[in-house]
Each structure stands twice: as C-alpha cells, then as structure tokens.
C-alpha cells in the first residue's frame, strides 16, 4: 500500500474530554462502543471469529488507544479487515494514519467524502459563532485543512454493501458533510449513525463532559446543509433501527430511541437547527 500519507497542516491534539472517555460499552455481541475523549470508535464482529472491522478512527493521538482497545476484546495481534469511515471529519479520521501504517488494511468512504480524505477539498470552516457554548467555541481551534490518505481511500461499493461487514447496508446520510453515511443491520435494527444524529448536546461543553443522553441532530459547528440533514434523519427514523451508536454520546435502544428520533424528526426545526449561524438560509 501507498505511504504517502499526511495529516492537514493544522493537525493537533485536542484537549477536550468527556466521562465515557476511555470506557466501552457491548452494545451488542458483535457491535461494540468505545469512547475516545468526546468521540465514538466502533468494533463491528465477532471476538469468537476473530473477523471485524473498525469503524472510524479517533482523535488525534489514539491509535494506541485503539489498538489496545482492539487487542483487549479480539486478541493479541488481532486486526481489522478494514477500516469503515462514517466521514473524515477530524475527529472520525484523527488517528487513521498511524493505524492503516500499522495494520496495513484498506479504508472504505463515500466516493463524497473521498475529495475531504485525499487532500483535494477542505471542509468549510467550523461555525464557532453558532449558538451552543463552549465546544461550539472551541471549534476555532479544531485541525480543518483535508487529511491525505492517498491510495489508501477507496469508495464504499455502489450496491449498498459494505466490505467485511455482511448483513449491514450503507445509507446516505448527507448534511452534516456531502458524503456522509450511517451503516444499517436490517436483520436486528443496529444502526452505527455516524454524526447523522448523536444522543448528547455535542456543542455544550458540560453535557459532552457528563454525557447526559439527549437527542440531538449532528454537531451545530460543523454542518453546513440543514435541508440535507433534517431529510438523513427522517431516512434513519423510517428504519425503525432497535440499537443506535452515534459519533458522541452513550449509545441508545428501544423505545427510548423510538421515541427520541420521533420527536427529532418531529421537531428538527427547533430541536436540531441553531437559530442563527452562517450556514443557516
Ligand atoms: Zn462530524
Ligand atoms: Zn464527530
């Protein structure tokens, strides 16, 4: 594989955190949830067969964090087949590089997404100004120039399916970033959401830091199609998923789940969308 590979010019560590920091969660004998700082990193398979993939990769700086985690619940020398990325936000892509160096696996994104993860295109600049505190503040700061993964990108298949990943499907989740997706399991409702929707008021310093579990549409700071994300969400509702892990916040199942995406869905307009900003139209 290609190493020619770079992080953005603005590439730092960030030092944000949360009290699920460093905690996993089994949300399912095959699905399972482990929290990095204030994002989600996801391990999709089974410990008994010992064939996984990770979803998403971290802040900046995890990757041994990631590998523990990796080598704690499949085994010493264990590896992922691949590495499936929701979006290449810097808080999905923060640690890939030292991973596939590591684990010298392939990386499977939305052709959308694949300008942001090969240095072509730069996401529009983080929104501090929208309402919504401190982590909506401190998103100044947060690295934005494009991540170069070369050829070590590839596009997700066109016909839904996701490699290494039998029985879940790739959906089209845009809003929060063009090329965005969420991976669906029909057969049991597991929904990985990505930044679609989370479950904590991502950009409210103290309910990110206590992880108070709340439906929310994605991150305010950063997306930048409302239309596009108030219709990803209405798409995820109408799968009626049973198990939802998000990119920030404790995973959620059942009726509460059922319930809050209702309501989401319901009262996006209020609940999701901030009142001012410069991505609002
Ligand atoms: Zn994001
Ligand atoms: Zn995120």
């Given at each position: ?12 560590s ?66 992922p ?30 052709e ?11 996401y529009p ?19 934005n ?14 016909d ?38 989370v ?13 108070k ?22 798409k ?46």
């Amino acid at each position: 594989m290609g190493k020619e590979m770079n992080y953005g010019e603005d590439y730092k560590s960030i030092p944000a955190t949360s009290i699920s920091s460093g905690m996993g969660i089994s949300v399912l004998p095959d699905l399972y949830c482990h929290t990095i700082q204030i994002v989600n990193i996801h391990l999709v398979g089974d410990p008994e067969t010992g064939d996984f993939v990770l979803v998403d990769a971290g802040m900046p700086d995890s990757a041994d964090e990631i590998i523990s985690v990796i080598e704690e619940r499949f085994g010493k020398e264990s590896r992922p087949k691949a590495i499936i990325l929701t979006h290449g936000h810097f808080d999905h892509v923060g640690s890939i590089i030292e991973l596939i160096n590591h684990y010298n696996i392939p990386v499977y994104a939305h052709e959308l997404e694949l300008p942001f993860l090969t240095g072509v295109k730069r996401y529009p600049e983080p929104d501090s100004t929208v309402e919504g505190g401190m982590v909506a503040k401190m998103s100044k700061m947060f690295p934005n120039e494009p991540i170069n993964l070369g050829n070590n990108v590839e596009m997700l298949p066109a016909d839904g399916s996701i490699p290494h990943m039998p029985g879940f499907k790739w959906i089209h989740t845009p809003g929060h970033t063009p090329g965005h997706v969420s991976l669906f399991r029909e057969m049991d409702g597991a929904l990985i959401v990505g930044d679609a929707f989370v479950t904590v008021k991502q950009d409210e310093l103290y309910k990110v830091i206590t992880q108070k579990q709340e439906i929310n549409g994605p991150p305010r700071y950063l997306t930048t199609d409302w239309h596009a994300a108030k219709e990803s969400v209405k798409k995820l509702a109408a799968l009626r998923p049973q198990a939802a892990v998000t990119g920030h916040g404790l995973p959620m199942t059942g009726e509460t789940l059922s319930e809050s995406l209702d309501k989401l869905v319901r009262d996006f307009d209020k609940i999701a969308v901030p009142d001012h900003g410069k991505y609002i139209n």
